[in-house]
């Protein structure tokens, strides 16, 4: 039996991954996916090509790992909880996930890119990010329901509303505009989802 | 000097292009844009396929024409006046324009799935249908400031709020759930951006 030249080759060493896909996120967070590059991603990690390849064998497959690798928001398994519901979707907007918002909005921008390009980043970045939290503002939403702070009749409202951040963010991205804004995403809060409930 | 093949070929016939364009809108209202051929074109409208490549050399380059035939929305040269912000927001939903909001919001859901595969066609929805609909809802809404049936003090909030139905229903589409129904659009309207504007 032959042995063939790949399975010579030392094992792939797993501890750099975290690295490496770290590194991804800070290209994302950089530039468009188009420019985004796998040669970059070497120079920056001090790997040959081949050894990237051999694990991923195209942007794609980095990304994807890159963004599974990340996870979900962690606000989806533990709520924040600051007394009121403002504070408690500015926390979310604040959130230390993924380096902070700068690094984070930045990010987000750069997959949005990504996922005009390729229908399989557009659905992790769906199931694993946008749905993520349209599920915490949902949860953050009938919780102040709940605690009086949003009447009980507009309870109908919170679905469409839980909704209304990630779809603007999306929108933003995709028109071409940068990375979501702070004073974006507080705009959002306050003149669309607080107002619409009657939240003062 | 030689007369090349194709410059012997009888003058294209413009005449059937409405026909034609209207065809493709018809198949992206009732399918994914993967799944509209020009073989079904051609078919429908009883041309050869040779006729429509000769016109549209690819599937992208007739769905922008269609888009592009289409038009803008006509209440961008015209807005509603129906003596309140609601009706007039209910009348730009209720539009005749490309058939009615059955055959209308269908084409949308086509062009969005085709939007995902092309860049061009992403930018072309953008600008002629995405963007007009912001300006109409912006427009419609300070008009209602305007006449005092939303308060002066929410003036602020109107840019923001007048992209939320076409970012919602973009998002309603990215998705995967479907054209958008005339209930959701309503929801919209009464629990997001009038809510929002404290209009009754």
Redesign the interface.
Known sequence: MEISPRRTGRPYDHSSDDRILAVTLDLLAERDYERVTLDEVAARTGKAKTTLYRRWPTKEDLVLAAVRAAGRPPEAERLPDLGSVRADLLAVLDSPWLGGPDRRLAIFAGLSSAT?GS?RL?EVV?SEVTEPYVEVYRRLLLRAVDRGEIAAR?V??VP??A??I???S??HL??GRGPVRRD?FV??VD??VL????VR
């Not at 107002?195 to 009657?198: I, P, S």
């Open positions: 005009r229908e557009a769906r507009l109908a409202s469409v509303l909704e209304v990630p779809a603007m999306t929108h995709a028109a974006f705009s959002l003149d669309v107002a619409a409930l009657q």
